[in-house]
């Protein structure tokens, strides 16, 4: 485990001893699971070899490793385990109580009925009329049968997006729940073909994410292949590699994967209400309401796009995320508290309001998370959903006549019957749009809302020319954008994006390879927290205020929206608002110079008083 709380493979050859190497690699300048992680070592070694140290007492733990670790053992290897007790106490208490979360985990997810198979791939191999052994048989074409059920007698509604072959209603609808549901590892938590959970297979590759259940695998090739694949050192999956009959049998994948994955999440009706045109001849500055507000992102953009700004109110619970949007913007954002705080009639006070914008949080609602409450329940996050409903329809209420834009995220991994609620409450399909079209980094994500030109990314990538002045920035869309263009000149790395799961945070992010007790040097380097802020579109340092961790800053960066997405959605709103030139677009400086904060303390103390409510 590295200081960064990453697993992370070494080589035996790296690794120093820690007895004679101590002074010479040890710093106390290390993080707190790095040292945590030194003194366990030491009060173990100072047991085994029986020195008189008082559990929890570092400083003389230090003290003697620092004194060449003196004993009075006459063992051979004073600091070698006991063959009666090989394994520490505290260690196996430890491993105790995490074999017991593992179990409890276990059960949880058992009840999760959304996690288990509708059906069993394997039992379809013994099916006498399977579909797909007509298909083979030539007596019918594979588009007119389910590939991911192996059903003909259900209507096909649409084809697979990434094989050839259809897929009926119900599948369909797995396959939109699952496909950006991704694990801890960044991989997909469900098979890509049917959708469903059950022995996953990964493909070797690691600019893809994609897994296949093995009942697929046997089903769609032949029985038993799937052992071949597990042997298979390394595996490219069948969208990794060229099509072969032998061996991909009836998986024969699409070249236009993606842009069909496009197409299955493109709504298939939006209702929006064009705003007059009569009440924006006069161009006036925007007034936005931004719930859920993170670090600011919605007024960097803004700023970027050099729409003029007359108010910011912004909500926001996580302090963290408070100050950066404080130090960052200075008095420009007003913040309001948290979003369960702020009543119907406070918010009428604040109108008019031209844009709401929020993203409530994602762990509750997603598939992901196996601890989810949902939507509704009272002690969970997904209820924060109908407070930005509410307070949205409060502002179309006390705006009366005059034109409110809105946009509402959310993750794609919820599952189907969240997604009809949201739906349903605002009144439209959300939109699916990945970041990996604008930037080294995927993180597909859906949008609700009535801002124009939002829905026609599909369009776009479909072949169709968008010739309209409120989208002048679909050129970004078709741009190879890589992942070195955003890194330091000076890392080492061969990746060309990287994954940004919010729920569990594994973007990869900056290690004390100093700190390490192993020579690394052959490692690729990981990525800076600045490296990962220019990722999401944010100048170096943006997050870098008050002294927040790096593994606190790159928490609050995977909750962020991406830049480049927002602006490509927030982008027509010039033609409605007041703008400045963009040429003089203000940089955000850095919080660590001086040039913001003088004098950190008393200069937040000021911008507080005057920029949050109390």
């Given at each position: 485990?590295?200081?960064?709380?990453?697993?992370?493979?070494?080589?035996?050859?790296?690794?120093?001893?820690?007895?004679?190497?101590?002074?010479?690699?040890?710093?106390?300048?290390?993080?707190?699971?790095?040292?945590?992680?030194?003194?366990?070592?030491?009060?173990?070694?100072?047991?085994?070899?029986?020195?008189?140290?008082?559990?929890?007492?570092?400083?003389?733990?230090?003290?003697?490793?620092?004194?060449?670790?003196?004993?009075?053992?006459?063992?051979?290897?004073?600091?070698?385990?006991?063959?009666?007790?090989?394994?520490?106490?505290?260690?196996?208490?430890?491993?105790?109580?995490?074999?017991?979360?593992?179990?409890?985990?276990?059960?949880?997810?058992?009840?999760?009925?959304?996690?288990?198979?509708?059906?069993?791939?394997?039992?379809?191999?013994?099916?006498?009329?399977?579909?797909?052994?007509?298909?083979?048989?030539?007596?019918?074409?594979?588009?007119?049968?389910?590939?991911?059920?192996?059903?003909?007698?259900?209507?096909?509604?649409?084809?697979?997006?990434?094989?050839?072959?259809?897929?009926?209603?119900?599948?369909?609808?797995?396959?939109?729940?699952?496909?950006?549901?991704?694990?801890?590892?960044?991989?997909?938590?469900?098979?890509?073909?049917?959708?469903?959970?059950?022995?996953?297979?990964?493909?070797?590759?690691?600019?893809?994410?994609?897994?296949?259940?093995?009942?697929?695998?046997?089903?769609?090739?032949?029985?038993?292949?799937?052992?071949?694949?597990?042997?298979?050192?390394?595996?490219?999956?069948?969208?990794?590699?060229?099509?072969?009959?032998?061996?991909?049998?009836?998986?024969?994948?699409?070249?236009?994967?993606?842009?069909?994955?496009?197409?299955?999440?493109?709504?298939?009706?939006?209702?929006?209400?064009?705003?007059?045109?009569?009440?924006?001849?006069?161009?006036?500055p925007i007034r936005v309401l931004s719930l859920f507000d993170g670090i600011g992102t919605g007024r960097y953009v803004l700023d970027q796009l050099g729409i003029e700004v007359e108010a910011y109110y912004a909500?926001?619970?996580?302090?963290?995320?408070?100050?950066?949007?404080?130090?960052?913007?200075?008095?420009?954002?007003?913040?309001?508290?948290?979003?369960?705080?702020?009543?119907?009639?406070?918010?009428?006070?604040?109108?008019?309001?031209?844009?709401?914008?929020?993203?409530?949080?994602?762990?509750?609602?997603?598939?992901?998370?196996?601890?989810?409450?949902?939507?509704?329940?009272?002690?969970?996050?997904?209820?924060?959903?109908?407070?930005?409903?509410?307070?949205?329809?409060?502002?179309?209420?006390?705006?009366?006549?005059?034109?409110?834009?809105?946009l509402y995220e959310n993750v794609t991994s919820i599952p189907q019957e969240y997604k009809s609620i949201?739906?349903?409450?605002?009144?439209?399909?959300?939109?699916?749009?990945?970041?990996?079209?604008?930037?080294?980094?995927?993180?597909?994500?859906?949008?609700?809302?009535?801002?124009?030109?939002?829905?026609?990314?599909?369009?776009?990538?479909?072949?169709?020319?968008?010739?309209?002045?409120?989208?002048?920035?679909?050129?970004?869309?078709?741009?190879?954008?890589?992942?070195?263009?955003?890194?330091?000149?000076?890392?080492?790395?061969?990746?060309?994006?990287?994954?940004?799961?919010?729920?569990?945070?594994?973007?990869?992010?900056?290690?004390?390879?100093?700190?390490?007790?192993?020579?690394?040097?052959?490692?690729?380097?990981?990525?800076?927290?600045?490296?990962?802020?220019?990722?999401?579109?944010?100048?170096?340092?943006?997050?870098?205020?008050?002294?927040?961790?790096?593994?606190?800053?790159?928490?609050?960066?995977?909750?962020?929206?991406?830049?480049?997405?927002?602006?490509?959605?927030?982008?027509?709103?010039?033609?409605?608002?007041?703008?400045?030139?963009?040429?003089?677009?203000?940089?955000?400086?850095?919080?660590?110079?001086?040039?913001?904060?003088?004098?950190?303390?008393?200069?937040?103390?000021?911008?507080?008083?005057?920029?949050?409510?109390?």
């Amino acid at each position: 485990m590295s200081p960064d709380k990453t697993r992370k493979k070494l080589p035996k050859d790296k690794l120093l001893g820690l007895v004679g190497a101590f002074n010479d690699n040890y710093i106390d300048l290390g993080g707190k699971f790095f040292k945590r992680g030194v003194l366990e070592a030491l009060q173990e070694m100072a047991v085994r070899a029986g020195v008189d140290v008082a559990e929890g007492d570092s400083v003389k733990l230090l003290s003697w490793a620092k004194h060449g670790f003196r004993t009075e053992s006459r063992r051979t290897n004073p600091w070698a385990p006991s063959v009666e007790n090989p394994i520490p106490e505290n260690v196996r208490r430890r491993l105790d109580r995490i074999k017991t979360q593992y179990l409890e985990a276990l059960l949880l997810l058992e009840s999760q009925t959304s996690l288990q198979p509708r059906f069993s791939r394997f039992a379809q191999l013994e099916n006498s009329g399977s579909a797909l052994k007509k298909v083979r048989e030539r007596k019918l074409s594979i588009q007119d049968v389910c590939v991911a059920c192996d059903s003909s007698s259900e209507d096909i509604v649409t084809q697979h997006p990434l094989i050839e072959g259809g897929l009926c209603q119900q599948c369909k609808d797995d396959i939109i729940e699952t496909m950006f549901a991704y694990g801890d590892d960044g991989t997909n938590a469900y098979c890509v073909i049917c959708g469903q959970a059950g022995e996953l297979i990964i493909c070797d590759n690691t600019d893809c994410n994609k897994c296949y259940c093995t009942g697929c695998i046997d089903v769609l090739i032949s029985p038993g292949t799937h052992k071949k694949v597990l042997a298979a050192d390394p595996w490219f999956c069948f969208i990794c590699t060229e099509y072969d009959p032998e061996r991909n049998g009836l998986i024969q994948p699409k070249l236009d994967w993606q842009q069909n994955v496009l197409k299955l999440f493109q709504p298939e009706k939006s209702i929006q209400l064009s705003p007059s045109s009569d009440d924006y001849r006069e161009k006036k500055p925007i007034r936005v309401l931004s719930l859920f507000d993170g670090i600011g992102t919605g007024r960097y953009v803004l700023d970027q796009l050099g729409i003029e700004v007359e108010a910011y109110y912004a909500s926001e619970m996580d302090h963290d995320a408070i100050n950066i949007s404080i130090v960052q913007h200075k008095c420009n954002v007003t913040h309001l508290g948290q979003i369960e705080e702020i009543s119907d009639a406070e918010v009428a006070k604040l109108c008019p309001v031209d844009l709401v914008i929020g993203g409530s949080p994602c762990i509750d609602p997603s598939l992901v998370s196996s601890g989810r409450k949902g939507l509704y329940d009272a002690t969970g996050t997904g209820r924060l959903f109908f407070d930005f409903f509410r307070l949205l329809k409060a502002v179309q209420l006390a705006n009366k006549e005059r034109h409110v834009f809105w946009l509402y995220e959310n993750v794609t991994s919820i599952p189907q019957e969240y997604k009809s609620i949201i739906t349903r409450f605002l009144q439209c399909e959300p939109a699916l749009i990945d970041s990996k079209y604008f930037s080294p980094q995927n993180q597909a994500r859906y949008f609700w809302g009535n801002i124009p030109g939002m829905y026609a990314v599909e369009e776009y990538w479909s072949g169709g020319e968008v010739d309209n002045p409120l989208q002048p920035h679909f050129h970004m869309l078709r741009q190879a954008v890589k992942l070195n263009s955003s890194l330091s000149s000076n890392l080492n790395q061969e990746i060309e994006t990287v994954s940004s799961n919010t729920m569990c945070n594994n973007l990869p992010s900056e290690s004390k390879d100093s700190l390490t007790p192993g020579n690394t040097s052959d490692d690729k380097d990981a990525l800076r927290v600045t490296d990962i802020e220019q990722v999401f579109g944010f100048p170096k340092h943006y997050t870098d205020t008050g002294n927040i961790p790096l593994g606190r800053r790159q928490q609050l960066l995977a909750k962020a929206w991406s830049v480049p997405i927002m602006k490509h959605i927030f982008m027509p709103l010039r033609n409605f608002f007041k703008t400045f030139s963009l040429p003089f677009v203000p940089q955000l400086s850095p919080a660590s110079t001086t040039d913001i904060l003088p004098d950190s303390s008393s200069s937040l103390t000021t911008c507080t008083n005057n920029c949050v409510r109390p």
